[in-house]
């Protein structure tokens, strides 16, 4: 097993410890004008919701901040739109839309449902360079909260929507896909 090491780097603003980024997934998530300057150093994300920089590297001494990110990172205050998935370019509010419409609870079938397919493009779409899993899954338990508080009430009228096949279809697909992988290794 390979283990690598990232020195400790708190953000220069704010002094937090952040999270280690690779130099290609940098590249790929701030804009344009800011990328074509930037060296191969690899980066931290600061990921304190209140603190203005995106990536810091305390050794090159440069800073990106938030605003210079092509779509806002998730995590900070006021993001807008605040994105579940950036592979699939899923908005928090569609994940949430999507668990009170529909009886989907998992975060594949969520997955295809609002995007046709599920995301593998996290290295250069996601800025931690990582699957949004973890932030999607809290996003689908805060959905189902909502529901059951609007049940709970049942003043607010929910439209049940029926899932189409082609989602189920495709989850099939996927399975049958990692069950062929598997007996390939
Ligand atoms: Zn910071």
Redesign the pocket.
């Known amino acids: 097993m390979q283990i690598s090491f990232h020195k400790i780097q708190r953000?220069?603003?704010?002094?937090?410890q952040?999270q280690f980024v690779k130099n290609i997934t940098v590249k790929h998530i701030v804009k344009k004008d800011i990328s074509k300057d930037l060296n191969d150093e690899d980066f931290h994300l600061?990921?304190?919701p209140s603190?203005?920089?995106g990536y810091?590297n305390t050794d090159t001494n440069v800073i990106v901040n938030k605003d210079d990110f092509k779509r806002p990172i998730w995590i900070k205050e006021g993001s807008d739109p605040v994105i579940a998935c950036y592979c699939g370019n899923i908005k928090e509010d569609d994940v949430i839309k999507a668990v009170i419409e529909t009886d989907l609870t998992e975060l594949q079938p969520i997955m295809i449902y609002l995007h046709g397919s599920i995301g593998d493009k996290c290295q250069v779409t996601n800025p931690t360079g990582h699957c949004c899993t973890a932030f999607f899954k809290e996003t689908i338990a805060k959905g189902l909260t909502i529901k059951e508080t609007l049940k709970e009430y049942g003043d607010l009228k929910i439209d049940s929507k029926e899932v189409p096949k082609e989602v189920y279809d495709k989850l099939k697909e996927l399975e049958k896909a990692k069950e062929a992988k598997l007996k390939t290794i």
């Open positions: 953000c220069s603003e704010c002094g937090e952040g600061c990921r304190n603190c203005i920089v810091y």
